[in-house]
């Protein structure tokens, strides 16, 4: 198993920044991919960004905003949102897997692993 702290979530307004963190611990040599998916109230669970095998991909909505990192030696992926929109408000969850295909990396159910959520407000 694997497990997965976020922390960094807090309330922003238009145009700041926040930078959002994810531990994970465990089985960490059985998981090739961390990434970040965000979910509205009354919407889906959508894709943000996510890191595998070294590679990044990110959602077309936060593309040149947002940077995913990660830390190999803390086993920690790191989320740093610029230029936030009242439209990034949501609960951001970090979640993890083994992925090898690019194709999959958008789906929320290839992820085996998934942490509690961190709210992020942004105020207009």
């Known amino acids: 198993q694997v497990q997965l702290v976020e922390s960094g979530g807090g309330l922003v307004q238009a145009g700041g920044s926040l930078r959002l963190s994810c531990a994970a611990s465990g089985r960490t040599f059985s998981i090739n991919t961390l990434g970040w998916f965000r979910q509205a109230p009354g919407k889906e669970r959508e894709f943000v960004a996510t890191i595998s095998s070294g590679s990044t991909y990110y959602a077309a909505s936060v593309q040149g905003r947002f940077t995913i990192s990660r830390d190999n030696a803390k086993n920690t992926v790191y989320l740093q949102m610029n230029s936030l929109k009242p439209e990034d408000a949501a609960v951001y969850y970090c979640?993890?897997?083994?992925?090898?295909?690019?194709?999959?990396?958008?789906?929320?159910?290839?992820?085996?692993?998934w942490g509690q959520g961190t709210q992020v407000t942004v105020s207009s």
């Open positions: 979640a993890a897997g083994w992925i090898q295909s690019a194709t999959s990396i958008i789906n929320s159910r290839t992820y085996n692993y």
